[in-house]
């Protein structure tokens, strides 16, 4: 167990549909950052907050939102969901702002759209 | 835009073999280098890294060195396992830090 929390797990959803996951940071840890995983993309960097922040953007889709609450959790919320959204989505959570001594990741949700 | 470039695999050892994945970078500045490593149905785990130019990472048996003047950070590893098997990620943060990475590369070892 990283001590980043993912859930869930799987999700398998339609088109045109909105989902959210969600993940808990490791206890500490002020910055969370999103990826998606995907076989043709790599990993792509989408967004990073820190403490509640937005700090950084990267190559997140209109389409897709995320926020940091008070708790530090964050959620990533992903609407009019499309097959090529079908990915891995990571979580990784880091207790610098700026310098990174190591991101910790969680474990992931798969998402099929199908 | 920072960018990394991974060898592509998969690389295929037997088991004692040594290993080598390169990797290769551009940014602007100075940034930290990273290896990452993927087993099967997990997260990504930090291996090592190195935060400036000569620095050497290491970790679990891996080594990599933080090359400025080619821009590299290849990874090595005298004698593999089997227990080796997974991807690899090379990777840089900027000075945001957030990662940007290479493709990966999966190592397969075999017995």
């Known amino acids: 167990d990283s001590g980043v929390t993912q859930t869930p797990k799987h999700l398998i959803t339609a088109t045109g549909q909105r989902v959210t996951l969600r993940c808990s940071p490791r206890?500490?840890?002020?910055?969370v950052y999103w990826y998606q995983q995907s076989l043709d993309q790599g990993l792509q960097f989408l967004i990073q907050?820190?403490?509640?922040?937005?700090?950084a953007k990267g190559n997140i889709l209109e389409r897709f939102s995320a926020q940091q609450f008070p708790d530090l959790h964050s959620e990533l919320n992903l609407s009019s969901l499309e097959l090529g959204d079908s990915a891995l989505y990571f979580c990784a959570s880091s207790s610098m702002d700026r310098e990174p001594y190591g991101y910790t990741f969680g474990s992931g949700t798969r998402l099929t759209v199908v | 835009g920072d960018s990394v470039t991974q060898m592509e695999g998969p690389v295929t050892l037997s088991e004692e073999a040594c290993l080598t994945i390169n990797c290769t970078y551009t940014a602007t500045g100075y940034p930290s280098l990273f290896w990452y490593v993927q087993y099967p149905g997990e997260g990504l785990q930090l291996l090592l890294k190195a935060t400036k130019a000569d620095d050497k990472g290491s970790n679990k048996g891996f080594e990599a060195t933080y090359r400025k003047e080619t821009t590299s950070f290849h990874l090595e590893k005298g004698s593999v396992q089997v227990s080796d098997s997974a991807v690899y990620f090379c990777?840089?943060?900027?000075?945001?830090?957030?990662?940007?990475f290479g493709k990966g590369t999966m190592l397969l070892v075999s017995p």
């Open positions: 907050y820190y403490n509640g922040e937005e700090r």
């Open positions: 990777a840089l943060s900027d000075r945001y830090s957030t990662l940007t």
């Open positions: 206890s500490g840890d002020l910055s």
